[in-house]
């Protein structure tokens, strides 16, 4: 899934920025970089900067205009360090990368569009985007260094990636249902409950009829909080059945088998 998201970088200057965000894009499982018309590239630097990310490097493509970069994409989301720059369905990092995935997972191609160090992206750019994106930064020093934002960014599309993956199956959640769904038992069936309860208790000599001290009252006290379902109370009353059994020396349901 994250196959189908690219990081593109506009017509960057420094190439120790574009090593940056590769390293930045490999920490979070991200590897496919566009670098649109960069002043320097390749670079040592960018190698040095992109530590054990260099793969990330030499698989980058490099394109002389943004329309290359964006070939194929279904959705582009444009990043300015300023907020409200023209009037435009606007993000936070958190809400794009929930939009990059509900994409990527539907088969789409995503790109996050990263512009100049000195002048961000053009008002042009901008609009060739679907949404822009800004980063929350204090209004008064609000531009991230490049690299910086590109992880910022990636470091949220690894989070709902992530979320995904630990997302609940149908059947998983059907089942999760069904439980939840479970009648909750009535008054009476909790009373003949305690009952049993009491019952086992004296039996296996947990409590003392001559000295009860608050036990059956801490005990309803205990389950009264847990909202006990029908199927819950029948895993209960199936327990006090056997430890009576065992407290009586009579036959064990698995050996009864
Ligand atoms: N002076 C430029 C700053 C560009 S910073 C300007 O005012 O636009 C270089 C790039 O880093 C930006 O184009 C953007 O892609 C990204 N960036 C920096 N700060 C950001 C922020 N707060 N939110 C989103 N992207 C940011």
């Keep these: 899934m994250l196959q189908n998201i ?7 200057s420094h190439p120790g920025n574009i090593g940056g965000a590769a390293r930045a894009m490999k920490n979070m499982g991200l590897s496919r970089l566009v670098l649109v018309d960069p002043e320097v590239f390749p670079s040592e630097e960018a190698v040095a900067r992109a530590s054990g990310a260099s793969d990330v490097l030499a698989a980058a493509q490099v394109v002389a205009t943004l329309e290359e970069a964006l070939a194929g994409c279904t959705v582009a ?10 009037p435009w369905p606007l993000l936070d990092p958190r809400e794009s990368a929930a ?21 961000g992206l053009t008002n042009d750019e ?8 800004h980063i929350p930064s204090d209004p008064a020093f609000a ?3 490049l690299a910086t934002a590109v992880q910022v960014l990636t470091y949220e599309v690894r989070m709902a990636w992530l979320a995904a993956q630990g997302r609940p199956t149908k059947m998983e959640k059907q089942e999760a249902a069904a439980e939840e769904n479970g009648q909750p038992v ?11 309860l009491e019952q086992t208790l004296v039996e296996v000599g947990f409590l003392d009829p001559e000295r009860p001290r608050h036990l059956m009252a801490r005990l309803r006290r205990l389950y009264g909080r847990s909202a006990i379902s029908k199927l819950e109370m029948n895993i209960l009353r199936g327990i006090l059945t056997e430890t009576q059994k065992a407290a009586r020396g009579e ?3 698995r050996r009864d088998r």
């Design 126 to 133: 901008l609009q060739r985007c679907h949404y822009h994106v």
């Design 186 to 196: 009535t008054l009476d069936e909790l009373e003949s409950f305690y009952a049993h």
């Design 143 to 145: 531009s991230l260094n």
């Design 6 to 12: 690219r990081v593109v970088l506009v017509n960057t």
């Design 99 to 119: 939009v990059c995935l509900e994409q990527a997972e539907a088969g789409g191609e995503v790109a996050l569009v990263f512009g100049r160090e000195y002048a």
């Design 251 to 253: 036959p064990h349901k």
């Design 77 to 86: 989301l444009g990043t300015s360090a300023r907020d409200r720059q023209i």
